[in-house]
């Protein structure tokens, strides 16, 4: 048996991967199969399948009403994606040129906010966004800068406020880290070519960077499509994402199989929009080189 | 390729394996349903003698947010040494789908009437052993034998209160009618500072009541009605909530919310000028009962016996009914509360209110259309 296995490289290869072939297989490709396959069955009347194939869920999933929903998600998750860019990469930018020392403050100061619960930390927003005790409209209202409350809170504003605070982080430390390794010599050789500080940014920096950039907006824009808390919370239970209506589908509707069939159009829309995203982006990576 | 291609084959093959066994798991979901039996047995064979059962040291009770005085677990332990840990779910939708999706390790937990007959139908509550209870004495008549479970076979009421409009009192009008929140004037004082349930058969409950309907209607045109009704009311609210309407009220965040009776006197504590009322239409009436799931252990059985037992004390009785501030069906404690609670008209809602409310009743597959137009409340922007 050893000795078999010493001689074929291939049987050898196996074993190794085995593991991680075993964990994908458990807890990715099983777990999607079955959601697959629920997708196109019945829903029992409190919860569970009934093992009779349909397209109905599908149908459903094109009803005005859940593509609208799905549509204003997209719309969500692409405004916070740029909004998150276009904070981050300035915030990367600087922290990546300070001195070595002050780097990893810097990092450590972005990083200080999330040892919280990311719970807790939207419900603090709640303090804050309320609209007619909250510290922001009551202060506002006090000083006689407004008359009238501003709607801060169970709306589209609210939810891309909240989804920003929570993953502006995922867009700096790539960002930084694609930054941080920049070779300063190009930046100057770019000047010594009589590069403006624009042309130096758009034909140096920005092709270099957008490696980070591009993983830094998968990383914000993937979870913010399937956010469900931030608009629960921040949304007031009034303005709801798809998110809120697949996990609503599992822990209150009972409808497993059309909560299964959002989940694959979600997954399939994704894909694609990365696919997408991968090909413009090394377009314009070649283009800028 | 060739490789590639029985790579692939090992792949399903594993797959098939997979789904053979969750297939199986389903299937012993079904035969759990035996298990109040089998737990009868042991309970029998205890009393001969021959396997006696220890009650668990720790269990987990599923209940809604503070609707317990955590000091009656301090008191339940001192006595017994066993430790209770609270979970929470803020609807009845949200801990039926939990349990049906296989949650398991709860030994108690708290249904409303209408959950309690779903989940019977199901076979997912364990038939309770009377001879551990025997505090069942002190309840009521009227809930010794309630339609949803007559002679308290699975489970034991709890606590019971009405669905109705809790508001401040002096900001704004005493509500006579459910017309407050489905047709706002928009520029009332309270507009857009209001929040309903986030509850489907409750919301819908209360826009059926508004527009003279059974809250209990299987008819579909008579459901559209109330789910436009609902969209168009949700303009003025300020969102849907089960779990802080009350202390939105408190804090004057609010000035009107659609909620449960205790939960805002509860909240008068805090401020005063919370007041509630039944609009002229009618309100929903409700009973809550603890029970205990098909899955528990004989261990975890006997011990959430042990503790429906501890709560149909009359002193424990009356120690929840001053925390949470609804009407309690243990007789006994009745003694206790006193006169001032006991003709509370916020807590015992007096002859011709009560004749205007309904009990919410399962509608079994019609369920799932309820569900549908819940959802489509919820997603509408109005």
Redesign the interface.
């Known amino acids: 048996m050893q000795a078999i296995i010493r001689r074929s490289p291939?049987i050898r290869a196996w074993i190794l991967l085995a593991p991680a072939v075993a964990w994908l297989?458990?807890f990715f490709?099983?777990p999607l199969?079955?959601v697959l396959?629920y997708s196109f069955l019945e829903?029992g009347?409190?919860?569970?399948v009934v093992w009779q194939p349909t397209l109905e869920n599908y149908r459903r999933v094109f009803d005005a009403?859940?593509f609208?929903?799905f549509t204003?998600s997209v719309y969500i998750a692409v405004a916070t994606t740029v909004i998150c860019l276009i904070l981050g990469f300035p915030m990367a930018y600087f922290i990546a040129t300070r001195p070595q020392k002050i780097r990893n403050s810097l990092l450590l100061a972005l990083m200080i906010p999330f040892w919280t619960n990311f719970l807790i930390r939207t419900y603090a927003w709640l303090t804050l966004l309320?609209?007619?005790?909250g510290l922001i409209n009551v202060t506002l209202l006090s000083l006689g800068i407004i008359d009238e409350p501003l709607p801060l809170f169970?709306n589209d504003f609210a939810i891309i406020l909240g989804l920003v605070y929570g993953w502006l982080p995922d867009m700096v430390l790539p960002v930084y880290a694609a930054l941080e390794r920049l070779d300063r010599s190009l930046l100057e050789a770019a000047q010594d070519l009589y590069a403006g500080r624009w042309q130096v940014f758009r034909r140096v920096i920005w092709p270099l960077s957008l490696p980070g950039v591009v993983a830094g907006s998968m990383l914000v824009f993937i979870p913010s499509l399937g956010a469900f808390v931030t608009p629960a919370i921040l949304?007031?239970?009034?303005?709801?994402m798809i998110g809120?209506?697949i996990s609503?589908q599992?822990?209150?509707?009972?409808?497993w199989p059309f909560g299964s069939a959002l989940s694959m159009l979600m997954m399939v829309f994704m894909l694609v929009a990365t696919l997408i995203y991968f090909r413009a982006v090394n377009r314009e990576g070649g283009a800028g080189l | 390729m060739k490789k590639f291609a029985s790579l692939c084959t090992t792949l399903m093959l594993l797959l098939v394996l997979g789904l053979v066994a969750c297939t199986s798991g389903g299937e012993s979901a079904e035969t759990e349903t035996e298990v109040p039996a089998s737990n009868e047995a042991v309970t029998e064979t205890e009393s001969t003698g021959e396997t006696a059962v220890e009650p668990a040291t720790e269990i987990v009770m599923y209940n809604w947010s503070e609707y317990i005085d955590p000091e009656i677990y301090t008191l339940f332990e001192q006595e017994t040494g066993i430790r209770i840990v609270e979970d929470n779910f803020s609807s009845n939708e949200e801990m039926l789908a939990k349990l049906q999706g296989g949650a398991t390790g709860y030994a108690l937990i708290v249904p409303s009437d209408y959950t309690v007959s779903i989940m019977k139908e199901e076979g997912m509550l364990a038939k309770l052993d009377h001879a551990n209870i025997p505090n069942l004495s002190n309840l009521s008549d009227e809930f010794k034998n309630v339609p949803f479970d007559p002679g308290n076979e699975y489970c034991v009421p709890y606590q019971w209160g009405t669905t109705g409009i809790g508001y401040l009192d002096g900001v704004v009008e005493t509500p006579t009618s459910w017309s407050v929140i489905f047709e706002p004037d928009p520029n009332a004082p309270y507009y857009g500072r209001y929040t309903m349930l986030d509850d489907v058969r409750e919301s819908f409950a209360a826009a059926l009541i508004y527009l003279g309907y059974d809250i209990n209607t299987t008819d579909e045109k008579q459901l559209e009605e109330a789910r436009d009704l609902l969209i168009k009311a949700k303009a003025g609210l300020a969102g849907y909530d089960s779990d802080t309407f009350e202390d939105l009220l408190a804090a004057e965040e609010n000035v009107l919310a659609h909620g449960w009776n205790g939960d805002f006197l509860v909240a008068q504590e805090e401020n005063e000028n919370i007041a509630y009322t039944i609009p002229q239409e009618g309100g929903v009436i409700w009973v809550d009962n603890v029970c205990i799931p098909a899955t528990a252990s004989p261990e975890e059985k006997l011990a959430a016996e042990m503790f429906i037992n501890f709560l149909l004390d009359p002193e424990i009785g009356a120690m929840l009914s001053e925390f949470n501030y609804y009407a309690s069906p243990n007789k006994a404690a009745e003694d206790i509360l006193g006169e001032e609670f006991l003709s509370d008209p916020a807590v015992y809602p007096p002859a011709e209110v009560r004749e205007r409310l309904q009990f919410i009743k399962p509608v079994g597959e019609f369920e799932s259309v309820y569900q549908r137009m819940w959802d489509e409340v919820k997603s509408a922007n109005p």
């Open positions: 291939a297989f458990i490709l099983a199969v079955i396959i829903r009347t409190y919860g569970g009403l859940y609208n929903t204003r309320r609209t007619n005790t169970g949304g007031g239970g009034k303005s709801l809120n209506i609503n599992f822990l209150a509707a009972h409808d």
